[in-house]
């Protein structure tokens, strides 16, 4: 560090709101990144699995005999040698089967010195397998008679949601206008740049250490063990840098307990990788859903109620898909001001692939349904979208129907903000007078809005963290932090915090967060609370670090330590920035004294956040944001095809930490929205995929990218670090209502059952006109 002449002053500056890079960005951007894809551990075996490829069947007889004898093969498991030991949400899952419920079960598994030899062995293995009758949607598995995915769930029943708060005979007698639809959202997956991988090592003492991709590492112990039939204790977790999460990582899959059975198994390290294929069969999707929404509104504008009806495709086996509900119906019941609320939800076992967390948690499906819903209620009343939406939005320190406290409430800004900036209600009238004028191609603009938890969600019994941080002789500050760094950018939220709360260069921050036996507890990456937690922890061990250096420059310097800061790399006095010792200096003066004292705290940091109860009333979120996206689209009406020619978004982010991370944010989000919005399609025939690689499963690609104008609205969170809140979910959340909403304005048509694809596009306008 340079050495300022003491007496200088040093100006008082802030990072708060800076463009700050990601630490890991330029070893990413030069390939110097080992992902676990290219690691390799000595002696390390390479595991494969067998899948079943076809979605219901008994297994009749299995032969592994050829496939053990094959040289150089280790291992051969099937489903005995994983009997007993479920695991999963509702304890339906088993690493190795004896029953195949959907196309992806895995039925057998081998370890091998090569890969080439490893699929060899597979095709050795030979099954005779019984098919038996399928269920392939949830009302056919909900019928009386249906085939059964799991004995012990009488009527393909899993998990069950309600919540009712008001009169709703009275509220339906009391509305002049009624909504009712019936929405289809799809399903889709992740599609991560880095294939699901593990690799599972066990030492002399029966510990096992696995590198794997989880974004919860520390729950990840806990749920991993029943598969195992191991203590949770002798589990070492440690998450090498993640290629993608998005959600899907936020649970065990039955990879990694294979590549764990396999290395006990062998007694060596075992790695199981997919390939592509194998990636889009077998990992979790985007819950599909059929939602059955109504909503009512007074004659002059004012929402009377909102019911709605959701039955889940809970797939094969439970994840935490089926949990979506817990965010469906906070949207249901809080998207606007609606004082009564009748929500149920019901998830079916199907033989289709199950579905798992995913960026928007349920309210990507819910918002789908309720932000059209709000645009069709608008029409109804000949009133311009953008008043009713006003009428009806929230304002700071109102209560839901389940009693969450909106204590900064900007959703009338953002709608202002956002309609203002798009100049939304002249284009949409403008678009709206052209839609029967002869010509191909038609201009509409669509707004929709939405409401996510930006402050965690106490899903589990903490949703805190733990943080470590100790500064050495040198100035050099390590955090070590239980928040998982998988390209969401919390790396460069807590070097910037710590960085400045204690007056050093970002350079000299260094985080440590990927290994479970080193870094303390966090419930993991979920529910846009990673920069509110973890930034709050950092902050709040930061200050316990500060606190204590300044008060050893009291005693050294004579100087009050309410007086002091530190700026710079010094010891400042923080009313005329005059640095009066070197920072490094006083640690070390600090440390060799003759009691000798080190700069290492602790903290746990838990937020003001209530348990989900069994009647789904409580804040269960320490902060909530709202979103709106205008999108402006060109409709090719002969083929179909949309066009997005610009997305204005203006969100609630209580207060920018780091701008550069945040864009990325809300780009990252637009773009998996826009996919699952236009082109996205996992193509299910009676449970089988058929479209499993990137050229017929269509992502959003960088060239299709619209413009975006962002807007980003700070209403300075009393709870969130610095008065920041939760960003990451609401741009995938916003952004297909509004595109659904802009073609409507465009052609007159709705699509209900996304995504909205050329050829669905193109029938709805030709059935619109005939």
């Not at 799991?150 to 009624?178: Q, Y």
Request: with cysteine; proline share 6%; glycine share 8%.
């Amino acid at each position: 560090m340079k050495r300022d002449a003491i007496g200088t002053p040093i100006a008082r500056q802030t990072l708060i709101g800076q463009r700050v890079r990601k630490p890991d960005a330029p070893e990413k951007a030069t390939g110097k990144t080992r992902y676990i894809n290219d690691m390799v551990l000595p002696q390390m075996l390479i595991g494969k699995v067998l899948f079943a490829g076809r979605p219901h069947a008994r297994i009749v007889r299995m032969a592994t005999d050829a496939a053990e004898k094959l040289p150089g093969v280790h291992a051969v498991l099937t489903g005995k040698d994983a009997a007993g030991l479920k695991f999963g949400f509702s304890r339906d899952n088993v690493a190795l089967k004896d029953k195949v419920r959907c196309e992806h079960d895995e039925v057998a598994a081998v370890a091998a010195e090569t890969e080439e030899i490893a699929r060899r062995a597979l095709e050795l293995i030979a099954v005779e397998y019984e098919d038996l009758p399928g269920v392939f949607t949830p009302e056919a598995g909900a019928q009386e008679g249906a085939p059964l995915v799991h004995d012990n769930f009488p009527g393909n029943r899993s998990l069950h949601f309600e919540f009712k708060h008001g009169d709703l005979a009275a509220a339906e007698a009391a509305s002049d206008f009624v909504v009712d639809s019936v929405f289809r959202p799809h399903h889709v997956t992740h599609c991560c740049m880095g294939t699901s991988c593990a690799i599972a090592d066990f030492d002399h003492k029966g510990k096992l250490t696995i590198w794997t991709q989880t974004q919860y590492p520390y729950n990840y112990k806990m749920d991993l063990a029943p598969a195992l039939g191991m203590d949770p204790g002798d589990i070492r977790v440690i998450q090498p840098p993640v290629g993608g999460a998005f959600g899907s990582k936020l649970d065990v899959y039955p990879y990694e307990p294979i590549a764990a059975l396999l290395a006990k198994k062998t007694g060596r390290p075992v790695k199981v990788a997919f390939t592509r294929e194998e990636e889009f069969k077998a990992s979790p999707t985007r819950q599909a859903a059929i939602i059955h929404m109504r909503t009512g509104c007074s004659r002059d504008g004012v929402l009377t109620f909102r019911t709605a009806d959701v039955l889940l495709d809970n797939g094969a086996c439970t994840s935490w898909g089926p949990t979506i509900p817990v965010i469906m119906m906070r949207t249901t019941s809080g998207h606007y001001r609606v004082p009564v609320v009748d929500f149920k939800a019901q998830a079916i076992y199907t033989n289709n692939p199950y579905a798992g967390s995913f960026r928007g948690y349920g309210n990507v499906q819910t918002t789908y349904a309720t932000a059209q819903q709000m645009d069709m209620l608008a029409d109804m009343l000949d009133m311009d979208p953008l008043e009713f939406h006003l009428k009806n939005a929230q304002k700071s320190g109102e209560y839901t129907p389940q009693k969450s406290f909106l204590r900064e409430c900007a959703l009338a800004e953002c709608l202002e903000t956002a309609a203002k900036a798009s100049d939304y209600s002249r284009k949409r009238r403008e678009y709206a007078a052209r839609r029967a004028e002869p010509g191909r191609y038609k201009k509409g603009i669509g707004l929709a809005s939405s409401i996510h938890n930006a402050g965690g969600a106490k899903i589990h019994k903490s949703d805190g963290i733990g943080t470590i941080l100790k500064v050495d002789d040198y100035a050099r500050v390590t955090v070590i932090t239980g928040a998982s760094e998988i390209g969401q950018g919390i790396d460069a939220v807590v070097t910037l915090i710590a960085a400045e709360e204690l007056g050093v260069p970002l350079e000299h921050v260094t985080i440590v967060n990927n290994d479970s036996d080193i870094a303390p507890w966090d419930v993991g990456v979920h529910a846009s609370r990673t920069t509110f937690i973890a930034g709050n922890g950092t902050r709040r061990a930061a200050r316990k670090a500060k606190a204590q250096i300044l008060n050893a420059a009291e005693k050294m310097l004579g100087e009050p330590a309410v007086t002091l800061e530190l700026r710079g790399g010094f010891v400042v006095r923080d009313a005329c920035g005059t640095p009066l010792i070197e920072l490094e200096r006083l640690l070390r003066r600090m440390h060799f004294q003759d009691e000798p004292e080190l700069v290492m705290v602790t903290d746990y940091y838990e937020p003001k956040s209530e348990p989900e109860g069994a009647a789904h009333v409580s804040d269960h979120s320490a902060a909530y944001s709202h979103a709106v996206h205008v999108a402006e689209i060109t409709v090719d009406t002969l083929t179909g095809e949309i066009k997005v020619d610009r997305i204005t978004v203006a969100q609630d982010v209580g207060r920018v930490i780091n701008r550069m991370g945040l864009e990325g944010q809300i780009e990252g989000g637009i773009a998996i929205g826009l996919g699952y919005a236009l082109s996205e399609d996992m193509r299910l025939e009676k449970g089988m995929l058929k479209n499993p690689c990137f050229r017929d499963y269509k992502l959003i690609t960088a060239p299709e990218m619209p413009p975006l104008e962002l807007h980003f609205i700070e209403t300075h969170c009393a709870e969130g670090p610095y008065g920041a809140k939760g960003i990451s979910e609401l741009p995938t959340i916003v952004i297909a209502p509004a595109i659904a909403n802009a073609l409507y304005n465009a052609c007159g048509v709705r699509i209900f059952n996304p995504p909205m694809s050329p050829e669905t596009v193109a029938r709805a306008i030709h059935e619109a006109r005939h």
